[in-house]
Protein backbone atom coordinates (compact mmCIF):
# COMPACT_ATOMS: atom_id res chain seq x y z
CA UNK A 1 0.00 0.00 0.00
CA UNK A 2 0.92 3.36 -0.47
CA UNK A 3 -0.15 6.74 1.14
CA UNK A 4 0.35 10.58 0.24
CA UNK A 5 -0.52 13.55 2.51
CA UNK A 6 0.13 17.74 1.84
CA UNK A 7 -0.26 20.40 4.53
CA UNK A 8 -0.34 24.26 4.03
CA UNK A 9 1.26 26.30 6.71
CA UNK A 10 -2.58 27.13 7.69
CA UNK A 11 -3.54 23.64 8.60
CA UNK A 12 -5.50 22.63 5.46
CA UNK A 13 -4.55 19.31 4.19
CA UNK A 14 -5.60 16.41 2.10
CA UNK A 15 -4.36 12.80 2.04
CA UNK A 16 -4.77 9.38 0.08
CA UNK A 17 -3.76 6.05 0.69
CA UNK A 18 -4.46 3.13 -2.20
CA UNK A 19 -3.47 -0.79 -1.08
CA UNK A 20 -3.53 -3.70 -2.77
CA UNK A 21 -3.40 -7.47 -1.66
CA UNK A 22 -5.22 -10.65 -0.76
CA UNK A 23 -8.13 -11.43 1.71
CA UNK A 24 -7.52 -14.98 2.99
CA UNK A 25 -10.40 -16.40 5.01
CA UNK A 26 -11.31 -19.72 6.58
CA UNK A 27 -14.06 -21.75 8.09
CA UNK A 28 -14.97 -24.92 9.96
CA UNK A 29 -18.00 -26.60 11.55
CA UNK A 30 -20.31 -29.05 11.18
CA UNK A 31 -23.04 -29.58 8.99
CA UNK A 32 -25.37 -32.26 10.23
CA UNK A 33 -23.22 -34.62 11.92
CA UNK A 34 -19.93 -34.18 9.94
CA UNK A 35 -17.17 -32.02 10.44
CA UNK A 36 -16.24 -29.88 7.58
CA UNK A 37 -14.36 -26.72 5.95
CA UNK A 38 -13.01 -24.55 3.59
CA UNK A 39 -10.07 -22.30 2.88
CA UNK A 40 -10.38 -19.62 0.54
CA UNK A 41 -8.95 -16.18 -0.77
CA UNK A 42 -9.22 -13.24 -3.19
CA UNK A 43 -7.92 -9.84 -4.13
CA UNK A 44 -9.14 -6.42 -2.69
CA UNK A 45 -8.25 -3.36 -3.37
CA UNK A 46 -8.79 -0.26 -1.21
CA UNK A 47 -8.41 3.17 -0.91
CA UNK A 48 -9.33 6.46 0.54
CA UNK A 49 -9.16 10.23 0.03
CA UNK A 50 -9.65 13.07 2.98
CA UNK A 51 -9.51 16.84 3.18
CA UNK A 52 -9.08 18.27 6.89
CA UNK A 53 -8.42 21.53 8.61
CA UNK A 54 -5.85 21.27 12.12
CA UNK A 55 -6.33 24.67 14.33
CA UNK A 56 -3.76 24.97 16.85
CA UNK A 57 -4.77 26.25 20.11
CA UNK A 58 -2.94 28.15 22.64
CA UNK A 59 -2.07 25.32 24.77
CA UNK A 60 -0.14 23.79 21.83
CA UNK A 61 -2.77 21.40 21.22
CA UNK A 62 -4.90 20.96 17.73
CA UNK A 63 -8.29 20.41 16.75
CA UNK A 64 -8.44 18.23 13.28
CA UNK A 65 -11.78 18.58 11.20
CA UNK A 66 -12.04 16.43 8.00
CA UNK A 67 -14.12 14.42 5.59
CA UNK A 68 -13.14 11.41 3.98
CA UNK A 69 -14.46 9.14 1.47
CA UNK A 70 -13.61 5.28 1.80
CA UNK A 71 -13.90 2.78 -1.09
CA UNK A 72 -13.11 -1.19 -1.00
CA UNK A 73 -13.62 -4.08 -3.54
CA UNK A 74 -12.55 -7.39 -2.70
CA UNK A 75 -13.54 -9.96 -5.93
CA UNK A 76 -15.75 -13.24 -5.28
CA UNK A 77 -14.25 -16.70 -4.89
CA UNK A 78 -15.57 -19.99 -5.11
CA UNK A 79 -15.03 -22.84 -1.76
CA UNK A 80 -15.61 -26.37 -1.58
CA UNK A 81 -15.99 -28.36 1.38
CA UNK A 82 -13.59 -30.60 2.62
CA UNK A 83 -15.85 -33.61 3.50
CA UNK A 84 -18.53 -33.50 0.66
CA UNK A 85 -17.10 -31.71 -2.16
CA UNK A 86 -19.93 -28.78 -2.03
CA UNK A 87 -19.03 -25.68 -3.82
CA UNK A 88 -20.21 -21.94 -2.30
CA UNK A 89 -19.95 -19.24 -5.29
CA UNK A 90 -19.38 -16.15 -2.96
CA UNK A 91 -20.30 -13.12 -4.94
CA UNK A 92 -17.73 -9.98 -5.20
CA UNK A 93 -18.00 -7.18 -2.14
CA UNK A 94 -17.88 -3.65 -2.45
CA UNK A 95 -17.58 -1.21 0.74
CA UNK A 96 -18.29 3.11 -0.08
CA UNK A 97 -18.49 5.23 3.09
CA UNK A 98 -17.91 8.73 3.96
CA UNK A 99 -16.66 10.10 7.26
CA UNK A 100 -17.19 13.22 8.89
CA UNK A 101 -15.04 13.51 11.91
CA UNK A 102 -13.15 15.88 14.48
CA UNK A 103 -10.18 14.64 16.97
CA UNK A 104 -8.51 16.48 19.73
CA UNK A 105 -4.92 16.28 20.20
CA UNK A 106 -3.07 17.19 23.31
CA UNK A 107 1.42 17.01 22.93
CA UNK A 108 2.92 15.90 25.90
CA UNK A 109 6.74 16.82 27.33
CA UNK A 110 7.90 13.06 25.98
CA UNK A 111 7.51 13.89 22.46
CA UNK A 112 4.11 12.10 22.49
CA UNK A 113 0.77 13.40 21.99
CA UNK A 114 -3.01 12.00 23.11
CA UNK A 115 -5.93 12.06 21.44
CA UNK A 116 -9.65 11.60 21.48
CA UNK A 117 -12.09 11.77 18.40
CA UNK A 118 -15.33 11.78 17.72
CA UNK A 119 -16.69 10.78 14.11
CA UNK A 120 -19.93 10.17 12.11
CA UNK A 121 -19.52 7.70 9.60
CA UNK A 122 -22.66 6.24 6.42
CA UNK A 123 -21.81 3.33 4.44
CA UNK A 124 -23.58 3.49 0.82
CA UNK A 125 -22.99 0.26 0.16
CA UNK A 126 -21.54 -2.38 1.80
CA UNK A 127 -23.04 -5.84 0.49
CA UNK A 128 -22.19 -9.30 0.19
CA UNK A 129 -24.10 -12.61 -1.30
CA UNK A 130 -23.10 -16.19 -1.86
CA UNK A 131 -24.90 -18.97 -3.56
CA UNK A 132 -25.05 -22.32 -3.85
CA UNK A 133 -25.91 -25.17 -6.78
CA UNK A 134 -27.57 -21.67 -8.33
CA UNK A 135 -29.56 -20.54 -5.31
CA UNK A 136 -28.87 -17.25 -3.98
CA UNK A 137 -27.75 -17.71 0.37
CA UNK A 138 -29.10 -15.27 3.17
CA UNK A 139 -27.49 -11.39 1.85
CA UNK A 140 -25.39 -9.38 4.38
CA UNK A 141 -25.72 -5.29 4.26
CA UNK A 142 -24.14 -2.75 5.85
CA UNK A 143 -25.86 0.15 4.71
CA UNK A 144 -25.96 2.87 7.21
CA UNK A 145 -24.75 5.33 10.17
CA UNK A 146 -22.16 4.45 12.89
CA UNK A 147 -20.79 6.71 15.39
CA UNK A 148 -17.00 6.45 16.12
CA UNK A 149 -15.29 7.41 19.49
CA UNK A 150 -11.17 6.95 19.11
CA UNK A 151 -9.08 7.38 22.10
CA UNK A 152 -5.25 6.58 21.33
CA UNK A 153 -1.30 7.55 22.23
CA UNK A 154 1.27 8.51 19.36
CA UNK A 155 5.04 8.26 20.66
CA UNK A 156 7.77 9.47 18.23
CA UNK A 157 11.43 9.41 19.35
CA UNK A 158 13.50 12.60 19.27
CA UNK A 159 15.58 12.72 15.63
CA UNK A 160 13.67 9.18 14.26
CA UNK A 161 11.39 8.36 11.65
CA UNK A 162 9.65 5.35 13.19
CA UNK A 163 6.84 6.38 15.75
CA UNK A 164 4.62 4.05 17.40
CA UNK A 165 0.82 3.98 18.53
CA UNK A 166 -1.45 2.66 20.72
CA UNK A 167 -5.54 2.89 19.81
CA UNK A 168 -9.04 2.07 20.99
CA UNK A 169 -12.17 2.79 18.82
CA UNK A 170 -15.51 2.00 19.52
CA UNK A 171 -18.48 1.92 17.14
CA UNK A 172 -22.10 2.52 17.45
CA UNK A 173 -25.22 2.24 15.19
CA UNK A 174 -25.22 0.18 11.97
CA UNK A 175 -21.76 -1.60 13.29
CA UNK A 176 -21.00 -2.57 16.79
CA UNK A 177 -17.79 -3.09 18.74
CA UNK A 178 -14.75 -1.97 19.94
CA UNK A 179 -11.52 -2.26 18.45
CA UNK A 180 -7.73 -1.32 19.39
CA UNK A 181 -4.78 -1.99 18.13
CA UNK A 182 -0.54 -1.25 18.38
CA UNK A 183 1.05 0.21 15.22
CA UNK A 184 4.46 1.43 14.35
CA UNK A 185 5.34 3.65 11.24
CA UNK A 186 8.35 4.41 9.41
CA UNK A 187 8.27 7.59 7.66
CA UNK A 188 11.22 8.14 4.84
Known sequence: ???AKTESENGLYVEG???VGRAKSDYSGTIGKMSTGYDLSSTYFAGHIGVG??????????????????????AGTSATLSTTNETYDF??????????GTRYTVKNDLKGEFYAGLAWEYEFDGKGSATYQGFDLPSTSLKGGTT????????????STVTYGLNL????????GVTGGFNIAWAF
Open 1 to 3: GIM
Open 169 to 176: TGFTGKRK
Open 17 to 19: SLR
Open 53 to 74: QKHELMNGSTIDTYAKYFYAHQ
Open 91 to 100: GASTSSRIRL
Open 148 to 159: LLELGYRFAPVD
